[in-house]
């Protein structure tokens, strides 16, 4: 009954059922905490996850899709020690207030970015809609994402 | 302005007796008479507020993280007085304990305006401090954490860093009053110096000094200042840690299923599928549900699924609708709570006349974090890991459900994924450590399902607000307000054991101490009858009433044919409270004509901030879109102003959420929403870019978690009057006009 998968760039072997979703399987069964649950119905963003560099609600992923395939959590996209250029500008605009769906939303951003390196306003927009934030920090969610832009951009 | 209301049929019995009695007022004492909650064995402590350790110096802060930045600006208040560089600051949480009680949350229940600085004014509030302390009342909440916390936090660094001075004077040899202190580090005069680490212990040994006189506010270096945030990093990496983040050796996953007709009974259930079910480990009865506990969350949710309930009926009216009856029928004067203004006479005739109905429903918190909590109960002892906004309560509650004495229990607060009011209650924490009992030895995390918050909140009350009102010459002549809605501080109080306090002042938050000079002025608050279970919900009353009273006064300005804006400065007599106005009117361009867009303005007063609110609409073939918002708001003093700035907006974005869609329904006693797809926050592409401007009278510190919600829901409603000349005086929005 083990599954497994590329998580964080480290091939891992979890041993959970194929039908639990990969939020609970990285929450509860790899102890990586730092992926949220918060509707279980891909209503609100908080357990975005990357599988092959695409952004996914990992609450919506059974874990036997992703057999084989590479999964980035917010633990693998970089730590305070080395800060991923997200991270980075969202520290710069102090952007999270409570920070339940920070990591979502920047593993959001991370895939949009990667699909569309100079997203225009409009298109961050509708990029990170799926994403609620309960406090409000869209604004400085919107111009991290286009820092994050642009930092990227000339980098 | 200064005008005591008659309170009907309660009194303030904790705020008389004080004031009666004559108490003296001081400097809290960090010597006496509260025990200080940290002990030694934590390193070398200086006061409840200073911990010195190997790992260096941790300020310890007694109020909830739940995003509205508390830990840092409080951590700056001490370390400004400490000059302890910031770079350096560490932050815990502090344990439940008395010694962290909260004198500014009662302040607000006495019967005077917060724009009243009267003697007598004054003094209630004030004497308001000492009960608290002694029902230790350690809560999070009504933006009181700053006006609390300013002069403590602040005494408590003065303190530490005078008994770190002292204790260099003895190990020099040197006298105080020659020594000075920077960035972490007590300097002789010849140039030696000695870190506060180096000194903690002796410091530690000494009697602490009284409280030494605070720094003005010319030599802040901190304070007033935009620092960045100590949770910052944490919550960009994925490394902050919630109460469902808990992980030790052997930790099993919990999820409940409780009655959806809250406070009725559990009749019977049957688990036999449930309990064969993949993962599962155990089923927990509870009184009003069951828990299941499993290999994974997930295992969990899938397995109380599948339990079969039979579930008693709700002990309240059944319906939206027939609450909504109950409501209508209690302005009686059998049910009038008080009246907390009454200025001449507001029968008087008038040349035009308003009267209006306005409506809210009820509404959920619906944290971004459902709630969750993790516990262990092993050999007579129980740990408990939660985001509380009352600790105390919750420790001692869930102490009481296993059987153990409050000392018996270690409960430990954990970063908030979002409040609003939530997590002042203490259901996860009881239902936690009752699961943890079953489970003794076995740590369990236990997590709610979206579903399960949804439906089993404390809700902020639906409410009808009425108001008949009088217009001569474009004065307002007479303004008889008044409000029915079922009682927060009832139920609230009911669950948490507490004496009735006196008449519920959050009934009428937000309209009885608006600074409007009108002539005939009566507010007055009826309690409906008890039904759902009710919470604070961010802003509380003035969440309701603001748009109640807000919305007559732009109703009233239309039907003079004045400027909305201007109306409201012409009167309003209360000078931050006009600065604030003003300052949304130069933002916002308010006088600028615009082609196809329409402004509404607020405002509000709530939690001593005057604040007022500018909204753009637009009409788009997709419908209205919100496409500028303004705020200014008057703090007295600002601490953060980067972080307030957050406050206000993202305040203003919650009260938007609610009036836009916000709305919890009732049948059979059940809430009918049930996750983010029916009960709807705003997203990113329908949030407009909101200014902030922060004014600063300098009077009296205010706290900002609240005041920036009040006069969303109707500036928007006023903006939509502007743009279709429709105008709605119920809450959701989204049922009179269609959104983009």
């Known amino acids: 009954m083990s599954v497994t998968v590329t998580v964080n760039g480290a091939i891992t072997s979890v041993d959970l059922p194929g039908e639990i979703p990969l939020l609970w399987a990285l929450r509860d069964g790899l102890n990586l905490t730092g992926t949220k649950y918060g509707c279980g119905v891909a209503a609100c963003g908080a357990c975005t996850v990357l599988v092959n560099g695409e952004a996914v609600r990992s609450c919506q992923t059974a874990l036997s899709d992703v057999e084989g395939q590479s999964v980035t959590t917010i633990e693998g996209l970089g730590t305070p020690a080395t800060l991923h250029v997200l991270q980075q500008v969202w520290i710069d605009h102090q952007v999270a207030q409570c920070g339940y769906c920070q990591s979502g939303q920047i593993m959001q951003a991370a895939g949009l970015l990667a699909a569309n390196p100079r997203p225009s306003p409009a298109e961050i927009d509708e990029a990170m809609s799926g994403n609620l934030c309960r406090c409000g920090t869209y604004p400085r969610i919107r111009a991290a994402v286009q820092d994050a832009a642009r930092k990227l951009s000339e980098a | ?740």
Not at chain 2, 3 to 31: D, E, N, P
Not at chain 2, 557 to 575: I, T, Y
């Open chain 2, 1 to 740: 302005m200064s005008r005591l209301g008659k309170i009907a049929r309660r009194t303030f019995l904790i705020g008389s007796a004080a004031v009666v009695g004559g108490v003296a007022f001081g400097v809290w004492s960090y010597r006496k008479p509260l025990e200080n909650p940290l002990t030694t064995d934590e390193g070398g402590v200086i006061t409840p507020y200073v911990l010195i350790n190997a790992e260096g110096v941790t300020i310890i802060t007694p109020r909830a993280e739940m995003g509205q930045g508390i830990h840092s600006t409080l951590a700056a208040l001490v370390a400004e007085e400490l000059d302890l560089p910031w770079d350096q600051v560490r932050v815990m949480h502090g344990p439940p304990a008395t010694a962290y009680y909260n004198s500014a949350l009662l302040k607000e229940a006495v019967p005077f305006a917060p724009t009243d600085q009267s003697w007598l004014a004054e003094t209630a509030r004030d004497a308001m401090a000492i009960p608290a302390k002694f029902l230790g009342v350690q809560m999070t909440g009504g933006s009181t954490s700053i006006p609390d916390g300013f002069d403590k936090m602040r005494a408590a660094g003065a303190v530490a860093r005078a008994a770190l001075v002292a204790a260099a004077s003895r190990e020099w040899g040197i006298a105080a009053s020659e020594l000075t202190t920077e960035n972490g580090f007590v300097l002789a005069p010849d140039g030696q110096r000695l870190s506060y680490l180096a000194l903690a212990a002796r410091a530690a040994e000494a009697p602490l000094p009284d409280a030494p006189p605070l720094k003005p506010r010319s030599a802040w270096k901190l304070l007033g200042t935009s620092l960045p945030r100590v949770d910052m990093a944490g919550k960009a990496t994925g490394t902050a840690t919630y109460a469902g983040d808990i992980r030790l050796p052997g930790t099993v996953f919990a999820t409940v299923k409780r009655n959806p007709a809250q406070g009725a009974a559990m009749i019977r259930y049957d688990a036999k599928s449930a309990e064969t079910m993949a993962g599962v480990i155990k089923i927990v009865p509870l009184d009003d549900g069951v828990a299941v506990v499993a290999r994974t969350t997930w295992e969990a949710f899938q397995a109380a699924d599948a339990i079969v309930f039979e579930w008693g009926a709700a002990p309240y009216a059944k319906t939206s609708q027939e609450m909504r009856e109950q409501i209508a029928a209690s302005f009686t004067a059998d049910a009038l709570e008080g009246t907390w203004r009454d200025q001449g006479d507001v029968g008087q005739p008038a040349e035009q006349t308003l009267e209006a109905e306005y409506t809210v429903p009820h509404l959920a918190h619906a944290t971004m974090e459902p709630q969750q909590a993790t516990a262990l109960y092993t050999a007579g002892r129980l740990r408990i890991w939660a985001g509380s906004q009352a600790p105390g309560f919750a420790r001692d509650k869930a102490a009481a459900v296993v059987g153990l004495p409050p000392d018996q229990v270690d409960f430990e607060t954990t970063l908030l994924g979002g409040g609003f009011g939530r997590r002042g209650e203490y259901d996860i924490s009881v239902q936690a450590a009752a699961i943890a009992k079953a489970m003794e030895g076995t740590p369990v995390v236990v997590t709610w399902s979206r579903e399960e918050d949804m439906s089993h909140g404390m809700y902020r009350p639906m409410a009808t607000g009425r108001v008949q009102a009088g217009l001569s010459k474009e004065r307002i002549t007479r303004f008889d307000f008044a409000t029915a809605a079922p009682s927060i501080m009832e139920s609230f109080g009911a669950r948490m054991g507490l004496p009735a306090a006196g008449a519920d002042q959050t009934l009428v938050q937000g309209a009885w101490e608006m600074p409007y000079d009108i002539p005939n002025y009566r507010v007055a608050a009826y309690r409906a009858p008890k039904s759902v279970p009710l919470g604070f919900w961010r802003s509380v009353g003035a969440s309701y009433n603001a748009f109640f009273h807000d919305s007559a006064i732009d109703e009233l300005a239309h039907l003079a044919g004045a400027d909305p804006l201007e109306f409201r400065l012409a009167h309003l007599d209360h000078d931050p409270s006009r600065q604030v106005l003003r300052a949304v009117a130069e933002m916002s361009n308010w006088s600028q004509p615009r082609q196809g867009r329409a402004l509404g303005v607020a405002y509000a007063f709530s939690f001593g901030v005057p604040a007022a609110e500018v909204i753009e609409v637009e009409d788009t073939p997709d419908g209205i879109r919100i496409t500028n918002a303004w705020a200014a708001v008057d703090v007295g003093i600002a601490l953060d102003p980067r972080n307030i700035e957050a406050q206000v907006s993202g305040a203003m974005v919650f009260g938007l959420s609610a009036a836009i869609r916000g709305e919890i329904t009732f049948a059979d006693g059940a809430v009918e929403q049930q996750n983010f797809w029916d009960y709807e926050p705003m997203r990113m592409g329908q949030t407009p870019a909101i200014e902030v401007r922060i004014l600063e009278s300098g009077n009296q510190i205010t706290g900002i978690g609240e005041p920036g919600t009040p006069p969303a829901a109707p500036a928007l409603a006023n903006a939509l009057f502007a743009l279709k000349g429709q105008r709605a005086r119920s809450l959701p929005l989204s049922k009179h006009f269609t959104f983009a």
